[in-house]
């Protein structure tokens, strides 16, 4: 096992990880921007390196800034949280060469699920059902228009490269699609450094649901269960729960077995996310892999009672997942993304001063907080603030501790995302568990 890990992030998902580490008797080094450096996650590191301004550009994608990081503070294992980097091959490789290890993915397998033309590829050979479309990236607008002819409208357009709702539009005619094409080129150009187009059949009301898979160096993969995240705004998920309300015992078992072959098809080790769209009728089709740590990684921990985070190091360090074989949820969990936004103003984000934090306790809750008892949020990152999650012997029961931990969660001197949870939770058509990935827009009004 290595010495001392090095969490390439920040916020929330920084100062989880540093909790798991310290716990395993691991040295935890933070970086941070100019603009975090008093933020709790640096704070309670053990050391602490300043990467450069507040852009991520500047500090939190600056690969070479945290290599050099690393070297200085005798890093061995760099963990990569989620978003930044997370994906990042040009990192697995820079770690190899300064032979830190890197707590991830072997680079082959983030190279081909890094881009959804050679993911789509990859999963049609595994014998894994896609969504038709383009088999690779459509060349311009009038090879787009005759495709969307032959599928059938509506369609999506997407940036191969991209994540998290980004250059990804819904066309509905062909005048969508046509105005979109350009815009979504550069927004893959911009984000994601290409500027390739994927076309897929937009599938009627999707339900959105994902597999978590964990693969180790011995030849071992396997699933643990799936998680519900059809509550999107912008096509980025706001709540998340475990079990899956909608699909059946059967359409679970096909799906996870389908995530299962995803992973062993790209010799995938460690934490990652098979994510798939469900129609109506419970057809899945393969969305993409994510080869990191998700943000609702919670949810799955709190109804198997592991700690993935952990389990990553332990892959990372050689050891076998034997001992998870078997484990089965217990219960029902839901996961509140709390964020400094305005759901009345298109989500818009609501960056300020949080005069006054308070985070619920008690019995099934659980809260990854960025900050405590004040904090500035800057505008340079993503609005996430916390993550409130609680765990039900049943689904009722998971809800009706949700809603009493975020009744007594206090943030004061910023717009956020609070209130739209009680309405959520409250909401007969989320209790009935079929909503959609349209849920907020079309039953809230919710407009994003």
Partial sequence: MFKKVLVANRGEIARRIGRTAKKMGLGVVAVHSEADVNMPFVTEADEAVLL???????SYLNLAAVIAAAEKTGADALHPGYGFLSESE?????????GITFIGPPPAAMKVMGTKV?????????????VPGSEGAVGDV??????AEEIGYP????????GGGIGMTLCKKEKKLRSSFEDNQKKGEMFFGSNELLLEKAIVAPHHVEVQVLGDTHGH???????????????????????????????RAAMCAAAVKVAEAVGYVGAGTVEFIVDADQNFYFLEMNTRLQVEHPVTEMTLGIDLVEWQFKVAAGESIAALAGKKPQGHAIEARVCA????????????????????????VRVDAAVDGSATITPFYDSLIAKVIAHGKDRDEAIARLRAALAATTLEGTATNLALFDEILGDETFGSGTYTTAYLAEVLGKKS
């Fill in 52 to 58: 450069g301004p507040p852009p991520p550009k500047q």
């Fill in 90 to 98: 040009e990192l697995v490789s820079a770690c190899e060469r300064a």
């Fill in 118 to 130: 050679e993911a789509k590829q990859a999963v049609k050979a595994a014998g894994v059902p896609v």
């Fill in 142 to 147: 009038e090879e787009a228009v005759k495709l």
């Fill in 155 to 162: 369609v999506m357009l997407k940036a191969s490269a991209g």
């Fill in 221 to 251: 993969v396997m699933h643990l269960f799936e998680r519900e995240c059809s509550v999107q705004r912008r096509n980025q998920k706001v709540l998340e729960e475990t079990p899956s309300p909608f699909i059946s015992a059967d359409t």
């Fill in 341 to 364: 936004e305005d759901p009345e103003k298109r989500f818009f984000p609501s960056p300020g001063e949080l005069s006054r934090i308070v985070w619920p306790t008690g019995e099934g």
